[in-house]
């Protein structure tokens, strides 16, 4: 609290990024928020719109040279919300700002919001919170210990790599002084470990880090691991080592003493490049491509040419056809593969991860995805305190690779729209947690620096919270028989397959929505025939009280093929609407505030889940739009006509459970 | 009948279909005079049946004694025959060549076709302009029907009857019609029921460099105004083209005789920059290097998406002038008969609720595009895959149904019609059995005789099992004016998706669910 030197500052106005719209209101600075409230005599019609921004979500904040109308402020987020306000005095907003810039670096791992987040449980409910996900299960679910594979016990005090979780699974064959031997030949002394196991073909995804190979060295060690792991498949002669960068990184590290696999040292292997680029050229890439599409009325030429300059999409598309080769070696090949970068903990996860994803539709799942997570991403060491900037840093470790993970399996969905049990929401409010640190799950490095924190005792779990909002993220489009007939997916790389997402990247953009959403659309028919049906159960079981056969026993209840959960149908949580999920879908909203005889069940339960939520979004899109289509400006450009009512729309409900 | 001498080998057996994504078919090929047939004689298989007026282009290709002709269709299918024979092969090949460039009107397969169903509405009459008149009579009597073009003589690319402002007679009207490109002179598009503002459109003014000036035509397009109020013209060409169009007889209105009306500029391209932009489009998505710079550079290239949102932005800046600024609108280019009508039909579907149910929009394409004399026959005369020279072809009224999907694809609720809709009208558009997009015009559809001698395309649309099939499940009555957003984000590449499909079958389930749910109500109460 200490570095909050102005707590609330009135008349700051908020201007819409992409319009000349701007609303006014009262900025607050608490502990962990800057919350931004609009009057309410702005709009009578509809309630004063608030905006919660995580100080941990604030990746910059920049004051511009003082205007006419006030000291401009401009935040980016690294959810991409970016936000400028106009402060009127000039010494508010340097109160402001000096305040901010201290806040959103925070030194140590105490001072995040984790540590301090309180959601009300108990600490028996957040031990079962962390119990959640157990890898030593999902290990098992694939099958492994087994004949060929075993846990080992070589990194239970951290003692052979610091990075790799306690528990490892390494093949049968591979004695201690070969796993210590080959761990001293590799980067960080991340040795060959399994990640997935492909039980249908006994094939093994492993993981690694590069060899310490330079232009001549071999190790004996590492040799006999890599055949321990070929001689564990009986399908194939040979294990695939995939080095998923590009060629030329790979020789440039050679010079530095490390580099990459000689093939003619390695009898068994069979080498490959895939070309994915490295953490710097990623981070560009993002610049690039949010400076294009945060340009004001950008061109199409423009933005497609910007797409392209950014390479944004490429890079996407490369990981893809990384995961793709990964899961066609596996299981059309049964070939085990290695995979490694350079350090094995940002490409590696990319692609193991993801190709783990295309194989066991287990994954697709909404646990399966926590757990995937959870192995592939924080037991296995990506770097997120490094990567998502968690505390004050080296601003060049900085890197999207987790977003563009779940960028990859935002394109997966779109090609498979009935092979995820979770819509894109889901995905988001992942990534919205992963930078809010709000959770104790993505903090640190590594499981090591995990235990030291005492994570565990002294923060809460994201997976325990996600799941008890289960309902709000599944698709609607799953299909279970869909997986069960096509258990490995097979995308297709054709350029045009790749979109750029807007819903990630103009997540709080509202004028650049669509106004009404098709999802949001089934889900509420969806809450509506689960309501309908307990209600019918409610009223059949009334009847065989009364003593009375139903009518309709020769018309037995639709089952219908896609319903999975029918448990819990009369008790749905209220859903947060979301902006990505678009314009209300409600009546009341779309069709004009004169419609207030729109009271029927549909109408109540939207009223209920508005009144739950506090995070309120910005502007109406009608609004904003209103001065994009071309030039009406000069004499014409009077007060128009009376706007649809401004439209409230929620968002994640990041801010909300702190109210 | 002629077309026998073009066959030279009506039936091959044995051919082989291959079509991209779906199993390859084997089984005997026949040529008709309208038809290639392609069945493999089993019950439950599909036959193909192909339009020869569908064909775009042909490729040849032999290995040894097999033969494959490579069939690309204007809708831009492409399939793939395998032909046992050189012969044959050479056969089939020049057969469907000269069947699909066959020149005639009435030669074509509608004038041949015969409903193999009841028709229960006749679709040539649904949308008379007398009917669509009763309509705007029963909201305001500033206009009248007139019949100054009865035998088409005033505008042979307007209908017999359009509505002008009651104030004006007909004297007057020839006399503008002499001062507007075509003789496209000012006529109602649209009237807002909201606030009584109107859409007009209209060939451009033929001021020529000397600066014509037409009394008539600014007394017709000011009867429009109300008292103190100005107007907009949008013109869909940049000032410069405006300009120049000055040399060939045409221009603009110039501020000194139109004081009551501001001009805008907008930019939409027209005529061989539109087929181009399509070929590059086409060729992009059908591009196998699987690169992905290539394709975006590629797709930006081809400027579509550039064109979709152009249209989209100047038919939004229209409505905005109606709904918001409450001032009437005239909107031209230089016909009058492409970029005009895309603008004048798009501002209808976002203002006017009745114009995305699924006979809204119908009554909407038959006004603004048929009646309003949009010449399908030469702008779909050929299609992207298409070797020979461009004559008049251009993709305007496919860019049209690509700007309507954007906007169904921002408000999927507030459309009765799916996409399937939409695809439907441009495979009808490019070749059909049917005798709606025939001709050029209203005049050459009567003189041809089309009426008597075709069915609509509408008698079929409109019966129940068609109507259902090309519902949108999602449809909730939305009475209010729907702003689509055209930043270059929010538009989509326009793409065949599985997705959609998979969306209509969920939705229809939960539907199913509902209904059995409320008939089981019903049942319970009852007991």
Known sequence: MEHIRTPKVEQVRLLDRFSNKSTNGTLYLTATHLIFVESSSNNLTSAAQEIWILHHHIASVEKLSLTTTGCPLVIQCRNFRVVHFVVQRERDCHDIYSSLLRLLRPVSYEELYAFSYNPKQNDQQREEGWQLIDLGAEFERMGVPCDQWQLTDVNRDYKVCETYPRDLYVPITASKPIIVGSSKFRSKGRFPVLTYFYQEKKAAVCRCSQPLSGFSARCLEDESMLQAISKANHNSRFVYVMDTRPKLNALANRAAGKGYENEDNYSNIRFQFVGIENIHVMRTSLQKLLEVIGTRSLSMGDYLEGLESSGWLRHIKAIVDAAIFLAKAVTVEGASVLVHCSDGWDRTAQVCSLGALLMDPYYRTIKGFMVLIEKDWISFGHKFADRCDQLDGDPKEVSPIFTQFLECVWQLSEQFPQAFEFSEWFLLQIHEHVHSCQYGNFLGNNQRQREELQLRERTHSLWAYLLSEKQNYLNPFYSPAYCEAHPVLEPSTLPYHFKFWRNMYHQFDRSMHPRQSILKTILTLRENSHKAESTLQALENRLHQLGVTPLTTSDPPAHPPTRDQRTNSNSLPPRPDSLILGAPVNHKDVQGQDDEDEQDEVGEEAVESTDMERTVEGSSGTESRKQSYGELEGTYNNELAKEEPAVVSLEFGVARMTC | ?527
């Not at chain 2, 008292?227 to 013109?235: A, F, L, N, T």
């Not at chain 2, 005369?381 to 954007?406: G, I």
């Not at chain 2, 930043?487 to 065949?496: H, I, V, Y």
Request: with cysteine; aromatic share 10%.
């Open chain 2, 1 to 527: 009948m002629e077309f026998a001498e073009l066959i030279k080998t009506p039936r091959v057996d044995g051919v082989v279909l291959h079509r991209p994504f779906l199993p390859t078919v084997e089984g005997t090929l026949c040529l008709t005079g309208h038809h290639l047939i392609l069945s493999s004689r089993q019950d439950n298989t599909e036959e193909l049946w192909l339009l020869h007026s569908n064909i775009d282009s042909i490729e040849k290709r032999f290995v040894g004694s097999l033969g494959s002709i490579i069939v690309k269709c204007k809708d831009l299918r492409v399939i793939q025959l395998d032909i046992p024979g050189m012969e044959e092969c050479l056969n089939i090949a020049s057969s469907i060549e000269a069947l699909s460039t066959l020149d005639s009107v009435s030669l074509m397969y509608p004038f041949f076709y015969r409903p193999m169903f009841e028709v229960i509405e006749d679709g040539w009459n649904s949308f008379l302009p007398e009917d669509a008149f009763k309509d705007l009579e029963s909201m305001t009597d500033e206009w009248r029907l007139s019949e100054v073009n009865k035998d088409f003589s005033v505008c042979p690319s307007y209908p017999p009857l359009v509505a002008v402002p009651k104030d004006i007679d007909d004297e007057t009207l020839r006399k503008v019609a002499t001062f507007r490109h075509g003789g496209r002179f000012p006529v109602l598009s649209y009237y807002h029921k909201k606030n009584g503002m109107v859409m007009m459109r209209a060939g451009q003014p033929l001021t020529g460099t000397n600066g014509r000036r037409c009394k008539e035509d600014e007394k017709l397009i000011n009867a429009t105004l109300r008292p103190g109020k100005r107007g907009y013209i949008i013109d869909t060409r940049t000032i410069n083209v405006a300009q120049q169009a000055k040399a060939r007889g045409g221009g603009i209105e110039s501020e000194a005789n139109y004081p009551q009306w501001r001009r805008i500029h907008k930019a939409i391209e027209r005529s061989n920059v539109l087929q181009e932009s399509l070929i590059k489009l086409v060729e992009a998505c059908n591009d196998q290097s699987h690169n992905m710079d290539r394709w975006l550079s590629k797709l930006e290239a081809s400027n579509w998406q550039t064109h979709v949102k152009e249209i989209l932005t100047t038919a939004c800046l229209a409505a905005q002038c109606i709904d918001r600024e409450g001032a009437s609108v005239l909107v031209h280019g230089t016909e009058g008969t492409d970029t005009t009508l895309q603008v004048t039909s798009l501002a209808q579907i976002i203002l006017d609720p009745s114009c995305r149910t699924i006979r809204g929009f119908q009554g909407l394409v038959e006004r603004e595009w048929l009646q309003a004399g949009h010449p399908f026959q030469q702008r779909c005369a050929q299609s992207a895959y298409s070797n020979s020279k461009p004559r008049q072809e251009a993709p305007v009224f496919l860019l049209f149904l690509d700007c309507v999907w954007q906007i169904l694809r921002q408000f999927p609720c507030s459309f009765e019609f799916s996409e399937s809709y939409l695809v439907l009208l441009f495979e009808h558009a490019y070749a059909s059995q049917f005798g709606t997009f025939l001709g050029n015009s209203a005049a050459e559809r009567a003189k041809l005789s089309l009426p008597e001698k075709t069915v609509s395309l509408w008698s079929w649309v409109n019966r129940h099992q068609e109507i259902e099939r090309l519902t949108n499940p999602l449809f909730e009555a939305n009475s209010l004016v729907i702003w689509p957003s055209v930043a270059p984000q929010s538009l989509l590449l326009w793409e065949d998706s599985q997705y959609i499909d998979v969306i209509y079958i969920t939705i229809i389930i939960i539907i199913i669910i509902l209904f059995t749910i409320s008939k089981k109500y019903y049942y319970d109460i009852n007991a």
